[in-house]
């Protein structure tokens, strides 16, 4: 009975280790209305990842070479043409574990263009992603990427809250051999309370009937 209760154990934690080691990694991001209309974009990574095979272009084969995290919503925009694009500092950096070789992200981008494709129907193209720092980190095939958090997790983009619209958007970036799930939450524009709204009313009257009073 204890050799059976200690083969079922180990069996478990085999289960634990492949399933945590087969896990996506995430990147959440949540869009919230602060100041009158401004948009605070906050993220947190959750999780390593893998990179894929090198590059192989004739005789030689060339290290996997990335530079950003990215992903394409569809409907995050409520108009065609947004740049929003921020400078980072102390946002974390992302690390190859095998070779030790790191490199800071610099950039958060959130973009929406139209287009007319040639020949084709004008569409609309958004996308989200972190630039990293210079030419981005080289790695080989099977490398584990490992993303060190730093003192910057937030980013504010003046009056454009208005801009998004509010939903759930998801999407991976396919260029890794583990899965980066992307996932942006714009919350809801935030409804006064009746208590707010009745008191602004009164407040309005006030300030009517002393207008009318002094004239």
């Known amino acids: 009975m204890k050799t059976k209760l200690l083969k079922l154990t180990c069996g478990l934690a085999l ?11 995430t990147i959440d991001f949540n869009v919230s209305l602060v100041n009158g209309n401004d948009a605070l974009v906050t993220w947190v990574f959750g999780g390593d990842w893998t990179t894929t095979g090198a ?3 004739g005789y030689q084969d ?4 990335f530079n950003n995290f990215s992903m394409a919503p569809t409907g995050l925009f409520n108009v065609d043409n947004v740049v929003l694009s921020a400078p980072l500092s ?12 790191g490199v800071s992200i610099t950039y958060l981008n959130m973009i929406s263009m139209g287009m ?6 004008y569409t609309v193209n958004e996308q989200v992603n972190f630039n990293l720092d210079g030419a981005g980190l080289s790695s080989s095939s099977g490398d584990v990427i490992r993303y060190t958090p730093g003192t910057v ?22 260029l890794f051999t583990t899965p980066i ?9 935030p409804t006064p309370e009746p208590s707010t709204l009745a008191l602004s009313v009164l407040g309005g009257l006030g300030l009517l009937w002393q207008f009318r009073r002094r004239k």
Request: proline share 7%.
């Open 55 to 57: 590059i192989s272009q």
């Open 90 to 101: 102390n946002a974390g950096t992302v690390t190859d574990t095998t070779t030790g070789a």
């Open 62 to 65: 060339y290290p996997f070479q």
């Open 181 to 189: 799930d992307i996932t942006i939450t714009v919350e809801p524009t």
């Open 153 to 174: 997790n937030s980013v504010e983009f003046a009056n454009a809250f208005s801009e998004f619209n509010a939903g759930v958007y998801s999407g991976t970036d396919p």
């Open 15 to 25: 289960l634990g280790a492949t399933v945590a080691a087969q896990a996506d990694s």
């Open 116 to 121: 007319v494709q040639p020949g084709g129907p």
